[in-house]
Every structure is written in C-alpha cells, then in structure tokens.
C-alpha cells in the first residue's frame, strides 16, 4: 500500500516556473514507477511525465517536453516535477501516481489504467 501527498501548486504568470512534490508514505516506494498526470476543467486527465524506479528511464509528453523535469528522491520517498516556461494551457490539477515497477502487460506507462495509486492532486494556474 502507497499514499501519495502532492504539494506545491499555486498561481504563477505565464513564463514562470513551479516545483510540484510528491511525498509517499511506505518502505517500498523504491520499487514503484512514479507518474504525474494532470487534468485541466472539462477535460480528461492526461499524462505528464514517467519515471522509473531506479531512474533509468524517463518519459514525458510531447506538450512538456523540454520544459518539465521529472526526478525522484528514493531515500526521501519524493518524487518531484519541475515546470519551467509555464504557459496557461498547463493549468490544471496536476496528480502523482505510483506504478508495479514488475508490470510485464502491454499498458502502456502513458496509461492512467498502469497506475495502482493516486494523490489528491494540486492545483496549478498559469495566467497570461
């Protein structure tokens, strides 16, 4: 079992940048690939950013690319997305969410169904 605690949302002008943190509770947080999801009003939730437990791997939306970091903190069960460059269409609730790392089916790690637990999300506002 993994609880997820999203925090760092809050209103930033276009340009800017925001930090979002998700903190895990349990021992095996090492072993879950960690994503973050975002879900704009009226729309459905769509994936951010991936990665994978040892931090090999990393993956991300083309709309984010090159302008969000994912990273992680094993030892601190934290994992962290860096949003630069903000722009109005990345507001949103943004969600961390925690994958089996062993998963060996064909979902792809884009696919909210490959997640087993979710935050609460943040709120993230870019004004123009």
């Known amino acids: 079992q993994v609880q997820l605690a999203e925090a760092g949302g809050g209103l930033v002008q276009a340009g800017g940048s925001l930090r979002l943190s998700c903190a895990a509770s349990?021992?095996?947080?090492?072993?879950?690939?960690m994503g973050w999801f975002r879900q704009a009003s009226g729309k459905e939730r769509e994936f951010v950013a991936a990665?994978?437990?040892?931090?090999?791997?990393?993956y991300y939306a083309d709309s984010v690319k090159g302008r969000f970091t994912i990273s992680r903190d094993n030892a601190k069960n934290t994992v962290y997305l860096q949003m630069n460059s903000l722009k109005p269409e990345d507001t949103a609730v943004y969600y961390c969410?925690?994958?089996?790392?062993?998963?060996?089916?064909?979902?792809?790690?884009?696919?909210?169904?490959?997640?087993?637990?979710w935050g609460q999300g943040t709120q993230v506002t870019v004004s123009s």
């Open positions: 969410a925690a994958a089996d790392q062993n998963y060996r089916g064909g979902t792809p790690i884009q696919s909210t169904v490959r997640y087993d637990y």
């Open positions: 349990g021992r095996t947080f090492s072993t879950y690939t």
């Open positions: 990665i994978s437990w040892n931090v090999v791997s990393r």
